[in-house]
């Protein structure tokens, strides 16, 4: 039997954003606000199952009365608030920001910044061709998964994801300063000195695919990664008596990639390696 | 937690070094070899886990004694603490004292900082790099703290103990001979020497420096030393709030928020323990005041820290001290053990059934670390990120309990505020800004030093009494994070409400002055490198803003007039986004004092 926790139900608070009354439960975020008011903020270090970090900062909103912009997916909604969501001085921090970070690092994988790039007006190249960028090379060190730091924003979510948030693992960390800063295991070592289980949690939440299995590496390598031709096939995973929900990605009749839902009550998007990485035998037709 | 410890075994002076700070260990669970009982149950887990704290001293003990950490020593003090390697790793890469990759047992850090460019660190340098031989690892580092005596070096060399010696005014001689011989090397001036006040009648906060023996709690009581606290005993901790709200005393670290309205909204709080932390890791470029208090007045930080501690019902302490700062150290060491000794720290204070003791910690290197949140973040063994607010410090801070942080010059401040009462304190300055003040003057001046004058008085009358030269091109107010004004603003009143009004800060109390001996854009530059360096790199504007910044001011620093025009809009669009949405202080202020220097100075122009 599954039960869906109700919790208690919670009172709602009233506030206004661009001119609007918004009403949402006590706790909720000004992010959580804006979506149910069908206002886009672009986000990228917010993880649907990730306590707020609050590092990328692209998602500043204007509260009045406050000294600088506020990050909407970290700070509470509260009775009387005043929020701005767009306006000159929103939307210049967020162009500034998505300036620097794609100056800095190869967004190419990032889903949906290109489109907010173009959105808020954002010319990275206007850094000149000296600005400093990460260019670091992909560190293919084992057989699951690859990690390819050039493309990092350092949004902290693997890190998260492999510490006491989901894995426990505590693999990974952020390790230097500043803009030397990088995720990295101890000594910077490879994944294979560490201790890394192969969950492929970290993966699972990298936004910007910095982190990716190494079967969707090989072949957006070769060309012939293709998403519009996946299609999603849900399973219960056959290892354990967990039974975890898997879902297949499947392209041209082959299993490309293991995920799980992330609002699945039992795993929240969390597997283990067999789960993630152990389908091979699927299609071992003999 | 199952924790994963790579094969490499610390040497012999490795685990020797971290065992006289943690004792030996229990079982091969922690790293001793292993007997029958360790096969038949598990030791360390939580235990050790709540020692977490120990992991940034466990760091210095290392480098202490070695001069880096090796894989080996890292991977002994993870398996000792129960933390995982990768966060030791982070932890570690975090400060810039510690290294990871070896390096000769001394490292002689010389400051190419404001003051210390604008009095020949250049040369200095290059001097130092072409004589030192391969013993030493010569550091280019930002402000040492004695601004006063620049150019200055400071020599540290590992060892058991470990040893240092400053150089300052240094010469590259004097330099090289505290790297290579710190145990002969020249005693550095008294703290005294940085007073030039010292002695007069009417100081308040600098009234026993170079008057009393730093070493002396006898000295030091018969100076007037712990009558503030028996008057606080005798008020009780809710009227000594109420006093130092009375007195008007608003914090001296920068972000001049009221001292009574922090310890009223602690001691409030039903959540135990409560917490005092005193800031001491004074980094901002050309702020020493801290430094010379503590070095010239040691005991007047203990008392202070124990008013705050019984007011706010706190019964521990901690004070964070710059790790640059050997000799404050020594002398706060020395002040602690000698107030626990006599009954003045301990279970019971004085005899008044309050306990209270004051751990000190050691920063590694990193300005960030000042900032209050960051300095927790540090001081429980993490990387000193800074947290998010809110939650603010006072609900959720060090160990997730209130806390009170409070800078060193404020603390001190309680003594005469207890003393003299409330009303007569709050007579002192201005309405709004009430007290003395203490002011860091160093650059273009005959002078330099901490001085002491009641707020109010103005920047010339501060800069005549240290005596300042001929061909003022500017001074910076504030530090790095503050701002420049004009040799034709001397007028500015010294007062947070006027500096303010001025669009400029009092921030933690520098007065930068200089000539035109240096040109302006390579002192931008020089700031501009501080940012990108100290920014601890959470956040997008600040970790990439300050590099963009930067690179900017790399272009531009030749360059004026419609040659530097897209550049200067460039560093206007990156500095409002830093100022805007960085998530601390650091990003939020680091390009001040670059859009001072283009508004108020005309630089680029
Ligand atoms: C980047 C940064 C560095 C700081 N460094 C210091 C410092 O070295 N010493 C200090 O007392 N306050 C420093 N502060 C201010 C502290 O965050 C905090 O406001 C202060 O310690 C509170 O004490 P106060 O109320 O007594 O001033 C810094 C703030 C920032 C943002
Ligand atoms: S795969 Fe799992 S254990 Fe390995 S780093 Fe990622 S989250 Fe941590
Ligand atoms: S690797 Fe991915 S998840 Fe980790 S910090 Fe970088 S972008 Fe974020
Ligand atoms: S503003 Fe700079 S120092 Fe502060 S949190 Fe952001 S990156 Fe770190
Ligand atoms: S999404 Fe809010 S700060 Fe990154
Ligand atoms: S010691 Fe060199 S600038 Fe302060």
Redesign the pocket.
Known sequence: MTVTPLGIPRRLLEFTIDGEVARVPEGSTILDACRAAGKDVPTLCEGDTLRPKN?C?VCVVEVEGARTLVPACSRKAEPGMVVRSGGERVRHSRRIVLELLASSVDLSTTPRVAGWLKEYEAKPDRFGPAAARLDEEPRVDNDLYVRDYGKCILCYKCVDACGDQWQNSFAISVAGR?FGARIAVEHDAPLTDSACVYCGNCVEVCPTGALSPKREFDMRAAGTWDESRQTETTTVCAYCGVGCTLTLHVQDNEIVGVTSPHDNPVTHGNLCIKGRFGYQHVQNRG | MDLHFGDSKPTDEERAAVDALLGPPESSWEGADRTDADLRWARGGRAARDRRDLLLPGLHAVNDRIGWISEGALGYLCRRLTVPPAEAYGVATFYAMFSVEPRPATVLHVCTDLACTAAGAAGLCAGVEKGAGPGVHVERSPCLGLCERAPAALAIRAGDPVRTAVAAPATVTAALLAATAPDSAPEEDPPALAVPQAGQEGLTLLRRVGVVDPASLDDYRANGGYTALRHAFALGPAGVIREVTDSGLVGRGGAAFPTGRKWQATASRPEQPHHLVCNADESEPGTFKDRVLMEGDPYSLVEAMTIAAYAIGAHRGHLYLRGEYPRALARMEHAVAQARARGFLGADVLGQGFAFDIEIRRGAGAY?CG?ET?LFNSIEGYRG??RSKPPFPVEQGLFGRPTVENNVETLVNVLPILTMGAPAYAAIGTERSTGPKLFCVSGSVDRPGVYELPFGATLGELLQLAGVRENLRAVLLGGAAGGFVRPDELGIPLTFEGTREAGTTLGSGVVMAFDDSVPLPELLLRIARF?RD??????????VG?VRQEEALHRIVARTGADAAGDVALLREVGRA?RDA???????T?WNAVESAIDRLGAYR
């Open positions: 590092a900062r500043g | 960030i900032e960051a990120e800074p940012f100290e920014s601890c790199g959470q956040c997008v504007p600040c970790r300050t830093m960085s998530i601390c202080g650091l990003g939020q680091a």
